[in-house]
């Protein structure tokens, strides 16, 4: 048994994408970020806080766009218009959840699709459907990056998602599909999902249920990565029972430290990316 360090791994991408930083800096472009806060959510203000810490960090501007929770869909739209018309901005990010009545779908089509560094917008979930370049939502591609830093090969593995979300379940299945494994994706009203996930070589937890997946669950040397970061009494738990699955997982990522640090990490790659290609 394995413990994949996602922070270990994270910590040594970051240094990476520093150097590109300064690099493309002595060449004339600054990579910038936008990111837009609604309401007062206060994970949300965390999150965002640590994107922007995580910015300054290796480089890249960030410009934080702190909005009330009464900020008609209107003008949110108007604001993400303009940050599309502006140069010195490569990446544009909409923090979700977003209090209601906005619709989610609706603001995120407003970003432009070259500046979708979140890789939540419609035109990006196409790419990746089909199979077009284009960037990838940054918890799944952290998550990629976490199942190959194991060295496994994913060709012609059984790969199970539990969870079916835009942000996370749906892109994973996808770009692990994209590498030839055989994915089943699973979902609140799945049947025997027990014996499903025992038949997984590559486990991807991602349904917010903290100890749901127990040791029943998982196939002896199998890859798990826990993508659940839901409190409980006060402590990040994960949808993977750790103590019972690391006895017969051979890789398995922990809560917290293991897919978590990577989110940010993918952000910033992502938004070097635009600059890169937009700048
Ligand atoms: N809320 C929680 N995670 C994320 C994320 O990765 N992107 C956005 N936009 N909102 C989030």
Redesign the pocket.
């Known amino acids: 048994m394995s413990i994949i360090d996602g922070k270990a791994i994270s910590a040594g991408i970051r240094e990476e994408l520093k150097k590109e930083v300064a690099a493309l800096k002595v060449q004339g472009t600054v990579p910038g970020l936008a990111v837009i806060l609604v309401g007062d959510d206060p994970a949300?203000a965390v999150?965002v806080s640590n994107k922007e810490k995580a910015c300054e960090e290796i480089g890249i501007r960030s410009a934080v766009h702190r909005l009330s929770a009464q900020t008609s869909q209107e003008s949110l739209i108007e604001l993400i218009k303009s940050l599309n018309a502006d140069k010195a901005i490569h990446g544009i990010?909409?923090?979700?959840p977003l209090p209601k009545p906005l619709d989610p779908l609706v603001v995120l089509r407003a970003v432009n699709p070259d500046k979708d560094v979140?890789g939540?917008h419609v035109v990006t979930a196409g790419r990746l459907f089909v199979g077009e370049k284009g960037f990838i939502p940054?918890?799944p591609r952290g998550i990629m990056h976490l199942i190959k830093s194991t060295g496994i090969e994913i060709s012609g593995k059984n790969a199970v998602v539990v969870g079916r979300s835009n942000?996370v379940g749906k892109p994973v299945a996808h770009l692990l599909l994209g590498e030839n494994a055989t994915v089943t994706i699973c979902h609140s009203r799945t049947r025997n999902l027990d014996a499903i996930c025992a038949n997984a070589d590559i486990l991807v937890a991602a349904i917010g249920r903290p100890g749901m997946i127990t040791g029943d669950y998982i196939k002896p040397g199998a890859v798990v990565i826990d993508v659940g970061t839901t409190k409980v009494d006060g402590k990040l738990k994960g949808d993977v029972l750790f103590e019972e699955a690391v006895n017969k997982a051979a890789f398995i990522t922990p809560v917290p430290g293991g897919v978590g640090p990577m989110?940010i990490t993918m952000l910033l790659a992502n938004t070097l990316e635009a600059a890169r290609m937009y700048g």
């Open positions: 949300s999150y990010l909409v923090q979700l979140d939540l940054c918890t942000m989110t």
